[in-house]
């Protein structure tokens, strides 16, 4: 890996509103390209890109929007259904949203006549986490200001229903085990599903759960605050973290656990949201009419 770590973003797309949250799609959903969503004040975005590192013939990024989806409402959260595909005829688009009226929105298009969301109300404070079941997608969990996390089916029923000792920051469904779900800002590892990493004051912090119940690791990471840990999708022991957006930038690092210090390091002005590459490694962050992307050697 390069030692200087300091980097400004690879490549960058255009958009017409500063982006609250960006997410690629972690699923297959057959070719072309990788689908990615992102989120503005009153509408969702659906795109897909292809970048140089995966095809010899780009240069860059190729960036195409595939369907924009009006939302009314600021959008604070995105999650992919597994059930997603390109390569079906015809093609399926299915994703959920959360939003500042405290709704969950799910999203259900063809890309052509059919485009149509359900309404799936319940909690009663701000939305911080959302998820489908990864094997199925039949389910959705989230997790919410109001102490609850409330798991969801395709109908818009609520079927599971836990109350928590603190406000709910994230949740993750376990790939493998569908009845395990890490909170308060956990993202489990797809590479390594005994690993569990999180953000919490100034450190990230990561768990063997095979082991002790204490961290296996901790490091200092921002210095104001720490706000999203992810894992990498391809490699268990890199992983990418974010801080607060401070009056100036919100600072954004690539680890490795063989490294002491970060690979990489970003500033991105009021950047917002943090999503890896489903078969690269490469980050993208919202920014302030941008979608930002960095790429690190393994």
Known sequence: M???????????????????????????????????????????????????????????????????????????GIAWSPETRLDSLPPVIKFCTS???M???????????????????????????????PKEGQEIASVSDDHTCRIWNLEGMQTAHFVLHSPGMSVCWHPEESFKMPLMSAHWCLKNTFKVGAVAGNDWLIWDITRSSYP????PVHMDQACLFRWSTINENLFATTGYPGKIAS???IHHLGHPQPVLIGSVAVGSGLSWHRTLPLCAIGGDHKLLFWVTEM
């Open 216 to 219: 296996q690791d901790k490091r």
């Open 251 to 253: 600072q954004f690092q």
């Open 99 to 101: 939003a500042a009226d």
């Open 2 to 76: 390069k030692q200087d770590a300091t980097r400004n973003a690879a490549y960058t797309v255009d958009c017409e509103d500063y982006v609250h949250v960006v997410e690629f799609n972690p699923f297959d959903s057959g070719d072309p390209g990788n689908l990615i969503a992102y989120g503005g004040g009153n509408y969702v975005v659906v795109g897909i890109c292809t970048f140089q590192e995966e095809e010899a013939d780009v240069e860059g990024i190729q960036y195409k929007t595939l369907r924009t989806f009006q939302h009314g409402v600021r959008v604070d």
């Open 103 to 133: 709704k969950i929105r799910l999203f259900t298009s063809d890309l052509q006549d059919k485009n149509e969301y359900k309404v799936l109300e319940g909690h009663s404070d701000f939305i911080n986490g959302l998820v489908f079941d």
